[in-house]
Structure formats: structure tokens, C-alpha cells
């Protein structure tokens, strides 16, 4: 079926360190994504968001790649900080306007 | 600019109970929604609605109730709560929805435990 998700749940990483979070998607319509964070008790937040015609977008110390052959999108965070940890996941909307989100992955900084 | 703002931010009910989460958002936007987070799990659609007047039905409807008599407001009603909606429960609004592909911005949740 037509699900989005990822492909670790949970990510630890050195503080300082670049952290890599991917995202796989089976819908092929979909021509929009978006990364969301979401920290302990608090609701998600926007990080960056790409289109279908894209394949890379930037970000303050964020990157977005898009591999629309192989369906997988991946949110790389350079110097990752201890204010990084949070839970990470992957939206999608397909051109029908059908909405998925991943369950997410958690990120872990240590010191 | 508050954004959005979810209240209460954590409630317990019994079993047949009805209860009406709050959403408001101050940001003029015509597009609203409500999702509900349960461990492991995605984010769920419950409702949503385009603007002051219109509501539909997301992925997981039944149970709950919306309204949009305001742009600003768009409260999600539990009829008669069951265990099973024990969750967090998140508003979300956005300039277009989904149809615009603009991004949504969510108030922080509320913590619904049903006894």
C-alpha cells in the first residue's frame, strides 16, 4: 500500500557530528514533502520543506535530498547540536492532495 | 502572534464522557485540521476544513465532531470517549492546505487519557 516511513526509528549521534535521517515512500504521485521536528511535549515544527521538481534544497545547517527514482528522501543535519534532539519524520503529499506522515525517527545527540 | 494555541493541554475523562478540545490561530489561515498521534504510529487526519463553514472527514473520523463558524476557531468535539481515543490530539493550520502545498503550522497537543 501507499505509506510513508522510515527506515530507522530511532538515530544516535556525536555532538559535532553530521546526522542523516532518511525516508522511504512508495507513492509515486507524490510531488510534495516535507520534514517536521518534533521535540518532547511540544507539537511539530517545519524544517524544510521540497518539491517533486527538485532534488536537493538547503537550509540553515539543514539539506533535503530528493531521489525520486528510488522513492527515498533523507534530512541531513550538519553539526548536529544537543538542541537537535527531537524526533524527526517525513510528510508527503501525493498530486491527488492525499496527505501521509512517516512515524518518525528519534534522534539522539550525545555529548 | 500566538500562532496556534490548543487548550487544555492535558485532560482525563471516563469512559462516555464528551468533551470539546480548543483550536485558534491567529494567523488569517483558511485551512485547519486535526490530527491525532498514538505511539509508533504517524500522524492521523480526524476532520479538517477549508475554510469558516466547511468540514470534511479525514482518515480516522469517527467519534469526533468539528466545527468552523470562525476562521480563527475550530473546535474538535468527542461525542461519548472510548479507551481507544486515549491520544494526542494536534490542530494545524496553513494558508492552503494541503492543496497549496504550503507547510502546517501545529500548536503543541493535548493529552487526552480516557479512563
Known amino acids: 500500500g501507499e505509506s510513508v516511513g522510515l527506515h530507522l526509528p530511532t538515530l544516535s549521534v556525536q555532538e559535532g557530528d553530521n546526522s542523516i535521517i532518511n525516508c522511504a515512500y512508495s507513492?509515486?504521485?507524490?510531488?510534495?514533502f516535507i520534514w517536521y521536528k518534533q521535540e518532547s511535549g511540544k507539537g511539530p515544527q517545519f524544517i524544510i520543506d521540497i518539491r517533486s521538481n527538485m532534488d536537493k534544497r538547503q537550509g540553515q545547517r539543514v539539506t533535503v535530498l530528493l531521489n525520486k527514482t528510488v522513492k527515498h528522501l533523507s534530512l541531513q543535519i550538519a553539526a548536529t547540536q544537543p538542541g537537535d534532539s527531537a524526533v524527526y519524520f517525513c510528510a508527503e503529499i501525493s498530486n491527488d492532495y492525499k496527505l501521509s506522515f512517516g512515524a518518525g525517527t528519534t534522534v539522539t545527540v550525545r555529548a | 502572534n500566538a500562532g496556534v494555541t490548543q487548550t487544555p493541554k492535558f485532560q482525563v475523562l471516563k469512559t462516555g464522557q464528551s468533551m470539546t478540545l480548543q483550536c485558534a490561530q491567529d494567523?488569517?489561515?483558511?485551512?485547519m485540521s486535526w490530527y491525532r498521534q498514538d505511539p509508533g504510529m504517524g500522524l492521523r487526519l480526524i476532520h479538517y476544513?477549508?475554510?469558516?463553514?466547511?468540514?470534511d472527514q479525514g482518515e480516522v473520523p469517527n467519534g469526533y465532531n468539528v466545527s468552523r463558524s470562525t476562521t480563527e476557531d475550530f473546535p474538535l468535539r468527542l461525542l461519548s470517549a472510548a479507551p481507544s481515543q486515549t491520544s494526542v490530539y494536534f490542530c494545524?493550520?496553513?494558508?492552503?492546505?494541503?492543496?497549496?502545498?504550503?507547510?502546517?503550522?501545529f500548536g503543541d497537543g493535548t493529552r487526552l487519557s480516557i479512563l
Open positions: 494545524a493550520s496553513s494558508y492552503g492546505g494541503i492543496y497549496s502545498n504550503q507547510p502546517q503550522h
Open positions: 507513492n509515486s504521485a507524490s510531488d510534495y
Open positions: 494567523m488569517n489561515h483558511e485551512y
Open positions: 476544513s477549508v475554510g469558516a463553514g466547511i468540514t
